[in-house]
């Protein structure tokens, strides 16, 4: 159960990666960064429009979902 101070799971030694593909992370940061925040966005504007500011109704819902799942 306990593992000491080793670790779990032992990802190995990467190598560094190339210069000429640092531009690449960089676009890549900035799509999935983008993509992630508008998933929030749109996330936020679902919950907005279920409960449409009767908070109750909400969590009266989360309520019996959490006593249901636990």
């Not at 779990?8 to 960064?33: C, D, H, K, M, R």
Request: with cysteine.
């Amino acid at each position: 159960m306990f593992n000491g101070d080793q670790a779990v799971i032992e990802v190995g030694q990467l190598s560094n990666a190339p210069v000429n593909t640092l531009w690449l992370y960089l676009l890549l940061g900035i799509v999935f960064g983008v993509a992630f925040n508008q998933l929030i966005f749109r996330i936020q504007d679902l919950f907005q429009r279920l409960h449409g500011g009767r908070m109750s109704k909400a969590l009266l819902m989360g309520d019996v979902a959490a006593c249901w799942g636990w």
